[in-house]
């Protein structure tokens, strides 16, 4: 059954049924599949979208995205959600990469679009509000496109058409996107049910934005593949984890490390129950194993992924038996899956020691859109590179060790350094600038720049942090800034990225230790100021 026929299925089969619970308001399966027409309609006979086409979508998580996505596999066109926590620079880098024909954007969004219209690559701006100088609205649309024939689906698409075109970056700061077809969502859908034991019954609690593949495909897709029901919310919030735990009978949600430290820290956690909750799903990062202990005492199995982007993202996970039993692993290959480990020379490694992850099957992307070499690049054969290091044990059990390519990860979001080092060497006084991942308890890692200033400056972190304010998405700052003489090298002039990190816990140790030393004398002239 073609992906774009999986809601009609639904509908037909068990229409009343909720698909989506969204702010208080229930859509059927019958209600979604006449949205999803409609979208249909507007993007085939009111737009002129056509095959290979670029969508793409600026906004919160919500019913009109999940409508756009499935009317887009109908149409053959291409899905594009932009990672709304980007700054607007970034946004116009992707869009003038994809050059999408339309943008759909929420209205919270709408200012931030206009501020950089003039360098979009894009047709139409199309909102959901009141349309507005140089908007096209929904419903004017949707009443147009009514007026015409009714659109007919082209007959030559194909199951292994691009339909979910999500970007990311690599270590060179300039933006990948990676394009996963209809076939790999489908069996990605098939990995997570066999994962999650997901059918009909099951109720999913989706709190990861959707721009995100594990927003979108870890639970959500393969839900609505099986006819059950999500529990959406616009955005992750402690408050609301607690409340659709109460009053709906959630039985699988996905929450990264961060998240789950917040939910965690909450009082309600100790007197909270898991409910009808049977298992919660969490990845995007090396896992601590005190967290899944700690999750599976208070009742329910922390289950782990591994995987990636590129590989839509499920290539390996753990079952609800198996992770109080193995907390520290991201479990065995999936069932739809194959992985390999490789040393530097392209050679299997033996079982217990480190090699490079490579994933193959039909869940792992296309291609880089347009971007050929780096599509060249990251496959040996059908063999997708990762960039990753890990190592099986015995029992086949997949441990991830580090990572190969030089990225952060910040409470489940990539960090690419490069990316950050172009954008802040580009203030006047920086000479140079290296960012690093130190380990961190909450965030799992923290972002810190060391910067090289120019002979006669005098900027310092403070003037660096409001440089970065409005040129970098938040996640992606800067935590802590450090100024020193040079940045280690080898002979050829090449940063050394391992020993810059060394540097900066050094300097972060030795600030830290300064902090201590004077907090007796803040606190005595706090209480001197109180007194007087």
């Not at 737009?47 to 670029?54: A, V």
């Not at 990225?407 to 920086?430: F, K, Q, R």
Request: proline share 5%; with cysteine; net charge negative.
């Amino acid at each position: 059954m073609d992906f774009s026929d999986w809601i009609s299925h639904h509908a037909e089969t068990t229409p009343t049924r909720p698909a989506i619970i969204f702010e208080g308001g229930s859509i059927s399966y019958g209600e979604l599949a006449a949205w999803i027409n409609t979208f249909v309609q507007v993007l085939g006979a009111g737009l002129g979208i056509k095959p290979g086409d670029r969508v793409a979508y600026l906004g919160l998580n919500s019913p009109e995205f999940v409508a756009l996505l499935f009317a887009c596999a109908r149409v053959g066109a291409v899905a594009l959600p932009l990672n709304w926590r980007l700054a607007a620079a970034e946004h116009v880098q992707i869009l003038q990469h994809a050059q999408p024909l339309v943008l759909f954007v929420e209205d919270e969004f709408k200012q931030q679009v206009d501020g950089v219209r003039d360098q979009l690559a894009v047709d139409e701006l199309i909102c959901f509000g009141e349309a507005g100088d140089g908007w096209l609205g929904f419903q004017q649309l949707k009443l147009a496109a009514l007026q015409k024939p009714a659109f007919q689906r082209p007959a030559d698409l194909s199951e292994e058409d691009g339909l979910l075109l999500c970007y990311t970056s690599g270590t060179t700061g300039v933006p990948k996107g990676a394009l996963l077809s209809k076939n790999a969502l489908y069996y990605n859908a098939l990995n997570s049910t066999h994962m999650h034991d997901m059918g009909p019954e099951d109720t999913v609690l989706a709190m990861l934005p959707m721009f995100h593949v594990g927003g979108i495909n870890v639970q959500s897709i393969p839900a609505w593949f099986n006819g059950a029901t999500v529990v959406l919310l616009k955005r992750f919030e402690v408050d609301l984890f607690y409340r659709s735990i109460a009053r709906h009978p959630v039985t699988l949600t996905v929450a990264v490390p961060t998240m789950m430290l917040a939910i965690m820290a909450d009082p309600r956690w100790t007197d909270t129950r898991p409910g009808s909750l049977r298992s919660i799903t969490t990845g995007s990062t090396i896992v601590p194993a005190s967290m899944v202990s700690t999750v599976c005492d208070w009742g329910v199995p922390m289950v782990q992924i591994y995987g990636s982007t590129e590989t839509c993202p499920i290539a390996a996970y753990t079952l609800p038996d198996q992770a109080r039993t193995h907390p520290a692993s991201t479990g065995k290959t999936a069932i739809h899956s194959e992985i390999r480990l490789i040393d530097e020379q392209g050679q299997p490694v033996d079982t217990g020691q480190k090699g490079e992850i490579l994933v193959r099957g039909p869940h792992v992307m296309n291609e880089y859109w347009g971007d050929d070499e780096a599509t060249r690049e990251a496959f040996t054969g059908r063999w997708f590179h990762t960039g990753d290091v890990g190592h099986f044990d015995e029992e086949g059990f997949l441990y991830v060790d580090g990572r190969i390519k030089d990225m952060i990860i910040s409470g489940g979001e990539n960090i690419y350094p490069a990316l950050v080092e172009n954008v802040l060497s580009t203030m006047d006084g920086i000479r140079e600038i290296a960012l690093v991942g130190l380990p961190d308890d909450y965030w799992g890692e923290i972002a810190v720049a060391v910067v090289v200033v120019r002979a006669g400056s005098e900027i310092d972190g403070g003037q660096i942090r409001d440089f970065s304010e409005d040129r970098i998405s938040h996640y992606s700052l800067p935590r802590e800034i450090f100024i020193v003489d040079e940045l280690p090298k080898n002979s050829m002039g090449k940063v050394l990225k391992d020993e810059v990190c060394e540097l900066a816990m050094n300097l972060q140790v030795q600030q830290r230790a300064q902090q201590q030393k004077h907090q007796p004398e803040q606190q005595e002239q706090r209480k001197e100021q109180r007194e007087n």
